[in-house]
């Protein structure tokens, strides 16, 4: 069985580019969460799509957005970049919802702003 | 908003010695979850804690999670090189899980031979 996979693994844009990122959850899985690693902090929650539904959002400004698809694949979308967007991107799947349920991590999207 | 406290950030021990991470919730939470992560990787599941005071054992790793559900701890007994990386937990807060994980900062474990 293929785990989480996402799509590209690694990115460079320049400042007020946007960026849309991709990702495919385990077979079966409902929820797709993406969240973002900023080099020596812990991952930060940004959406969570359930059942093509939003489901949940993080403190981030609306330059950030998500979509999810009928065959739960997901992509977020990141308009007019910021020097301080530069981080790992990563997407996380699971059965249920993600707060209640083992979340799955894909290999990430390495996001470069210059 | 919830927040998870980890500490110590950085921890350096011998080969051989124990290791132990503590995570701490401003919050309740419905559950904690402890991840793996290597430097240039991703998170990767190691458990899942759900009850107060629950106690859970995988070989060497030793999970707790505190009575009032805010505190958990991670404790490795006789570290091996094979330890060495990122150990990170995620608080899901009370409430049927929409809003994702917190995850703290991680504990960095470096294991000198």
């Known amino acids: 069985d293929a785990g989480v996979t996402q799509s590209p693994t690694h990115l460079i844009k320049t400042r007020g580019q946007h960026v849309t990122l991709r990702c495919s959850p385990i077979s079966g899985h409902k929820s797709v969460s993406w969240y973002q690693q900023v080099l020596g902090q812990g991952p930060q929650f940004i959406f969570q799509y359930y059942e093509k539904e939003e489901r949940g959002r993080g403190n981030f400004p609306d330059r950030f957005s998500a979509r999810q698809f009928p065959n739960y694949s997901s992509e977020l979308n990141v308009n007019a970049l910021l020097l301080g967007d530069s981080a790992l991107y990563l997407c996380a799947s699971s059965l249920e919802l993600a707060g209640a349920d083992t979340q799955y991590f894909g290999p990430g999207t390495r996001l470069t702003v210059l | 908003g919830q927040q998870v406290m980890q500490i110590p950030q950085y921890q350096h021990v011998q080969e051989g010695e124990d290791f132990t991470t503590y995570c701490n919730s401003s919050?309740?939470?419905?559950?904690i979850q402890w991840y793996k992560q290597r430097p240039g990787g991703h998170p990767v599941f190691l458990i899942q804690l759900v009850k107060s005071g629950e106690v859970k054992k995988q070989k060497r790793l030793t999970f707790q999670f505190g009575e009032a559900k805010k505190n958990s701890s991670l404790h490795i007994t006789a570290t091996q090189t094979t330890d060495v990386g990122t150990y990170v937990c995620?608080?899901?807060?009370?409430?049927?899980?929409?809003?994702?994980?917190?995850f703290g900062k991680g504990t960095h474990l470096i294991i000198q031979p």
């Open positions: 995620a608080g899901a807060a009370a409430g049927g899980g929409a809003d994702g994980l917190t």
């Open positions: 919050t309740t939470l419905s559950n």
